[in-house]
């Protein structure tokens, strides 16, 4: 929107909404904040069931909560070994404890007033929330210099129709993928800052701190700093933003390092911040340096010294680390019989239809809104600059769903601020625009409201077409389904809290149990496990997955190497699938069928409900081999 058009609505506006409208312009930033409160208010209602029973859905959730509490008793800064994994030498953990900080902060403040167990589970469910004030500062203020001084109340509210990327700042969703999205949109609203020093500092200094809590959005930072490089090629001026950026990313990664980077990190790895990393951004922040203080006049000449530049860090990279062009550093059987499982190690191609369309509506929105947008900004050549780095953003970060499911929730943050504007330019309609113009935009906000409820509204669109059609898709017969329906009973019982505390009747022990049930029982109970799904701990894991995909003979043996007192097996369990699947004929399939070695003797506990689970104590000193059939 042009400075005449802004000038035009306003002077259309009623008196009352002008003077709103220059108030909210004004205290964006503080009405923002007081959206915030009303966003973690309403969240804190809405799951106080989840946070009373501790409800960590996810592995990093509950491994989080580990390392924090045991951090706060005594546990090493830089030592983030987790040794109720594959005790005694523990498991290698790869994270940084910065994202460990605000979560021990609230853990310790509320310690003053209640208990630690229901301090423990407050600050897990508000920690989650808190990355979500400043994605919705950065929103906003995307929102402001793309739609004009109130174009941020849209932006700042959008992540509400964000299902994906809303569900990282729920409540108990204390892993580091919140904060890390945050950064990104931050760093991007650094890239097209009109105050170019400013925007080069947060976007340098944002990165450096993503780069600190995990390399999961790396990609993104690349492209943000290949945008800023590009726009130093062809705009005079622009190295006063490359210059800050450089200096800021650089100077950030190798303090960060300094005072995040565990023992296990020192070490030359390519999946946390490390030497390597601290010498590439280095490396790349020097030369990004000396291109902003050289004189060069055009732009074929400053095109030719910014390739040799790039290429000369990529060949620094590539010669002393090629290992770490591929995201994962495992064998190929691990790949294979572990990672390729993964759901959201998979591209959208081969996710099911319920999933993709209510993740793709909004990038699609994004898509029109960029297309409207660069046709409106078409004529003003800063913001037709700073519209073309937003779409870049979003194109590529929804390129990357083609492959891994993992970008879905950075490809629905990076469509919001064109959908944002769109919804922004068709609500300046309705208030200003002629009989004919008004029905138009009522009909595009038709249409973007529907974006926004397309995640609810779909099962009912399903099944909709299934009545009117009269066809039942695969997923839908009552044998998948009831299929279906017991493993997600399964993943949900097994993991709730009053099942696995009946465990802690128990002297601690370790407890050899499936991958994903791993981190959950560390959480809730005083015992130990074998593995969590975490790649640098990929022989612990190739033993389970050898344990239960083969015969029950060298079961012991496996279970004896990791001093495993106990098997823990949950009927249905996702994971466990996957072994009856592969390996029918394996330990785990003949588990589940009812026929159980004689080594293994059931565990009774003293419980007033029914456990979901098996538990058995493995006897090492019985004969080996014979088997006995027990019906469960």
């Avoid at 509210?157 to 994906?164: C, F, G, I, N, R």
């Avoid at 991007?188 to 800052?193: H, N, P």
């Avoid at 809104?369 to 600059?385: I, K, P, S, V």
């Avoid at 007033?608 to 538990?615: A, E, I, K, V, W």
Wanted: proline residues 6%; charged residues 15%; hydrophobic residues 50%.
């Amino acid at each position: 929107m042009t400075l005449h058009s802004r000038q035009t609505l306003r002077a259309r506006l009623p008196h009352w909404l002008r003077t709103t409208g220059a108030y909210t312009a004004r205290h964006w930033v503080w009405l923002t904040f007081l959206l915030w409160i009303a966003i973690v208010a309403a969240n804190l209602v809405d799951r106080w069931q989840a946070i009373h029973w501790l409800v960590l859905g996810d592995t990093d959730d509950n491994i989080r909560y580990v390392q924090v509490k045991d951090w706060l008793a005594g546990q090493g800064w830089f030592d983030l070994r987790q040794y109720r994994l594959d005790p005694p030498g523990g498991a290698n953990i790869h994270w940084s404890r910065l994202v460990d900080l605000p979560i021990a902060g609230l853990m310790l403040f509320f310690r003053a007033f209640v208990g630690q167990g229901l301090a423990d589970r407050l600050a897990c469910g508000i920690a989650p929330l808190i990355p979500l004030f400043p994605l919705m500062l950065s929103l906003g203020f995307i929102g402001r210099r793309l739609a004009g001084p109130n174009g941020w109340f849209l932006a700042a509210l959008a992540p509400l129709a964000t299902q994906m990327a809303l569900g990282m700042y729920a409540p108990m969703r204390i892993d580091h993928h919140g904060w890390q999205l945050a950064l990104a949109l931050a760093m991007l609203a650094g890239v097209i800052d009109e105050k170019r020093v400013r925007g080069g500092i947060v976007a340098g200094l944002t990165s450096a701190l993503s780069i600190a809590i995990g390399m999961e959005m790396i990609v993104y930072l690349a492209a943000g700093g290949a945008l800023i490089a590009l726009r130093w090629v062809f705009r005079p001026g622009a190295e006063k933003r490359m210059l800050p950026y450089a200096l800021s990313l650089a100077g950030g990664t190798s303090v960060l390092y300094l005072l995040f980077a565990s023992y296990a990190n020192r070490a030359m790895v390519c999946d946390a911040i490390s030497p390597i990393w601290v010498a590439v951004f280095g490396t790349a922040g020097a030369g990004m340096t000396i291109l902003s203080l050289l004189p060069l006049r055009t732009w074929p000449v400053r095109m030719a010294a910014g390739a040799v530049v790039g290429g000369a860090v990529a060949a620094f990279l590539y010669l002393n680390w090629p290992q770490c062009l591929s995201p994962y550093q495992i064998s190929p059987e691990l790949q294979r019989l572990w990672l390729a499982n993964i759901r959201e190690a998979k591209p959208i191609t081969a996710q099911a239809q319920s999933l993709v369309v209510p993740l793709l509506a909004v990038p699609v929105a994004g898509v029109i809104g960029l297309l409207w947008a660069l046709w409106d900004a078409r004529r003003d050549g800063e913001r037709l600059w700073a519209w073309a780095t937003v779409g870049l953003m979003m194109l590529f970060s929804t390129a990357l769903l083609f492959w891994q499911l993992r970008a879905g929730p950075a490809a629905q943050l990076m469509a919001i601020p064109p959908a944002a504007w769109a919804a922004h330019k068709l609500v300046a309609m309705l208030m200003t625009g002629t009989r004919r113009t008004r029905i138009v935009a009522g009909a595009g906000a038709a249409v973007l409201a529907a974006v926004a409820f397309v995640y609810p509204l779909y099962p009912q669109a399903l099944t909709l077409y299934q009545r009117v059609t009269g066809t039942v898709p695969k997923a839908w017969r009552p044998s998948a389904k009831a299929r279906t329906d017991a493993i997600n009973k399964a993943n949900a019982r097994c993991r709730t809290l009053p099942a696995l505390e009946v465990l802690d009747q128990l002297p601690p022990a370790t407890i050899f149990t499936m991958v994903d049930m791993g981190p959950r029982l560390i959480a809730t109970t005083h015992h130990s496990a074998l593995a969590g799904p975490y790649h640098r701990n990929g022989s612990t894991i190739l033993d389970i997955h050898h344990a239960f995909d083969g015969p029950a003979s060298g079961f012991r043996a496996i279970a004896a190497k990791h001093h495993a007192t106990y098997l823990l097996l949950c009927p249905n369990f996702p994971e466990g699938t996957i072994y009856q699947s592969r390996s029918p004929q394996g330990f785990y399939a003949g588990l589940m069928r009812g026929t159980v070695p004689g080594w293994l003797k059931p565990v009774t506990l003293r419980t007033g409900m029914t456990l979901p689970y098996r538990l058995y104590r493995i006897d090492y000193s019985a004969a080996g081999g014979k088997k006995v059939a027990q019906q469960r």
